[in-house]
Structure formats: C-alpha cells, structure tokens
Antibody, heavy 118, light 112 residues
Framework: EVKLVESGGGLVQPGRSLKLSCAAS????????MGWVRQAPGKGLEWIGE????????NYTPSLKDKFTISRDNAQNTLYLQMSKLGSEDTAIYYC???????????WGQGVMVTVSS | DVVLTQTPVSLSVTLGDQASISCRSS???????????LEWYLQKPGQSPQLLIY???NRFSGVPDRFIGSGSGTDFTLKISRVEPEDLGVYYC?????????FGSGTKLEIK
C-alpha cells in the first residue's frame, strides 16, 4: 500500500525556519517525481514545487522560490521541504504528493499543519 | 504563470441531477508532445484531494463513469451526472503543462 506521511509541522515564530519531511512507503520512491502542495485555512490549493527522481531537476512556484527548498533522500525514501523566513502567509496545511509519468498526483499525504505566529 | 479560472465558485445540486464545472486557462494547455495535461481533483471535507480525471478526459482508477471530463486548448469541463452524496466537496482543475504548475481556485459542490 502506498503511503505518504508528512511530519515536522507545528507552531513556529515569524522569521524562523522549519523543515518538513514526507516518509514514503509501499512503492519504489526513486522511480517517481515528488511534489509539495499547500492549502491555507479555508483557501484553495497552491502548488509549491516538484523534484525529479535524482534531484537533478527541481521546479518551484516563482513566488516561493526564495524561501522554500525541496530535496529528497532516496536511500531514506524521504522527501523534504525546507522553509525559511516564514510569515503568517505561510500558515497552511502542507501536502506531500507523488507525481506519475503522466503528470498526475495519484497519491497525497494526509497533510501537516504549519502555523506561523508569535 | 497559467491562470485557471473555474466557474461557478459554488454549485448546489439535487441528488440525481447533473453538475457541470468549467475551467478556463489563460494559455493553451496542449503540450509539445500532443498531450493536454489538465486534471481534475476532488477534495472532500476534511480529506486530502483525490485525483478524478487526467489528460482532460481519462478517469483515474476507481473513479465512477459518472465523472466525465472534456475540452481542449483553453476550455475544459467536468460533468458529474447523477450526483450522489459522496460527490460533495471542492473540485479543482490543475494544469501540468506549463511551469509553474497551477490549480484553479476551486468549485464547491453542495447537495440541496
């Protein structure tokens, strides 16, 4: 069974950094592109970015490129999202996503909440 | 960035009736390989989104044939025939043709 489990969320002060993890299981992690999506409270979905199988290609939504870094560890079957200079606008549920060869998101994690507040 | 405009913002439908959602793109979503990477997702209350339709009209595994995607270029439609209670939630179109990838703003389907 494919599972994506995010962790590392919580309450963080404005201006600080936070690193999210997504533990993948049930499939060959290094065969897939992976991505991150977020959803602010009561709002729609926002694409953050994606990373290819060997980390040679990483794309970001331009407005988030300077503060977010996506990486992966194929040996640990784990996807990461490093977030820096966090502001209240970054308060959201963050989802990890598996991307198929036809560019679909066929599996999503359950999401992890990040709250930026003093 | 590609902007996907979804209409209506919300939709109230009687059980058994049809629902139709439009997704209009600011650019053509046909990729150089001839495919159009326009997808539809449903986010049920309190859940992660789930894939319904990919490449405009292909239903994902397990998705009932009541869900029908159509369109081309910049105009796309998701039709849900015979709406059932489990169809309620927010529907999002999503394009994976152009970077950055983008979602539509969502259409909330409510049951009358």
């Amino acid at each position: 069974e494919v599972k994506l489990v995010e962790s590392g969320g919580g309450l963080v002060q404005p201006g600080r950094s936070l690193k999210l993890s997504c533990a993948a299981s049930g499939f060959s992690f290094n065969d897939y592109w992976m991505g991150w999506v977020r959803q602010a409270p009561g709002k729609g979905l926002e694409w953050i970015g994606e990373i290819n199988q060997d980390s040679s290609t990483i794309n970001y939504t331009p407005s988030l490129k300077d503060k977010f870094t996506i990486s992966r560890d194929n040996a640990q079957n784990t996807l990461y999202l490093q977030m820096s200079k966090l502001g209240s606008e970054d308060t959201a549920i963050y989802y990890c996503a598996r991307i198929t060869t036809v560019a679909t998101i066929d599996y999503w994690g359950q999401g992890v909440m990040v709250t930026v507040s003093s | 960035d590609v902007v996907l405009t979804q209409t209506p913002v919300s939709l109230s439908v009687t059980l058994g009736d049809q629902a139709s959602i439009s997704c209009r793109s600011s650019q053509s979503l046909e990729y150089s390989d001839g495919y159009t990477y326009l997808e539809w997702y449903l986010q049920k209350p309190g859940q992660s989104p789930q894939l319904l339709i990919y490449e405009v009209s292909n239903r994902f595994s397990g998705v009932p044939d009541r869900f029908i995607g159509s369109g081309s270029g910049t105009d796309f439609t998701l039709k849900i025939s015979r709406v059932e209670p489990e169809d309620l939630g927010v529907y999002y179109c999503f394009q994976a043709t152009h970077d950055p990838l983008t979602f539509g703003s969502g259409t909330k389907l409510e049951i009358k």
